[in-house]
């Protein structure tokens, strides 16, 4: 078996790999964590003191359960929805080459990821709204989940995939005239 020398931009690439998976992993326990503490907070109303990092959602429980159900859903859903995001990033990396970067797979998967990181958007302002809401039932606020410049990063991302996609497009053409 040969030994090749990674470039420098292979090497980005495998950091970012794990990373990806890093970030993937956290994610899942994170909604893990958050979903075993409601299990228990069910059975316990004091485990909603300290949900998950501190997360005190005792108030919110004490004054309505189906209220305090819907903030728990948003926060497990986006975890879950990210892990999503950073899977479609670990199968993009796991199938890119450099030696041939501009396909029809790389350029569909850049715009899944795209099209669910704004998915992940949506449901965030769709909690950010729901929080800013319980705060004037409740008095308390819970926090903002994400601001709105993540629409930028989202648009960035779909950008890039209609690159990758005329790129494609281009190659293929190229491959045709010889």
């Known amino acids: 078996m040969e030994f090749k020398a990674q470039t420098k931009t292979q090497q980005v690439l495998t950091v970012m790999l794990i990373l990806a998976w890093v970030v993937f992993i956290g994610y899942m326990i994170e909604a893990g964590a958050i979903l075993v503490s409601y299990g228990i907070s069910l059975v316990n109303p004091e485990a909603s003191k300290d949900l998950y990092r501190g997360l005190n959602l005792y108030n919110l429980r004490q004054f309505d359960f189906w209220y305090y159900s819907l903030a728990i859903s948003f926060l497990v859903a986006l975890s879950i929805m990210k892990a999503g995001v950073s899977f479609l990033v670990i199968r993009i990396l796991s199938k890119f080459s450099l030696q041939n970067p501009f396909t029809a797979e790389v350029a569909g998967k850049l715009e899944k990821i795209s ?64």
């Open 115 to 178: 099209y669910a990181a704004f998915a992940v958007w949506i449901v965030t302002m769709l909690s950010n709204a729901y929080t800013g809401w319980l705060m004037k039932v409740t008095g308390e606020l819970h926090g903002n989940w994400l601001s709105g410049e993540f629409i930028f990063m989202v648009g960035l991302i779909f950008i890039i995939s209609k690159v990758f996609r005329r790129g494609v497009e281009i190659q293929s053409e190229n491959d045709l005239t010889i």
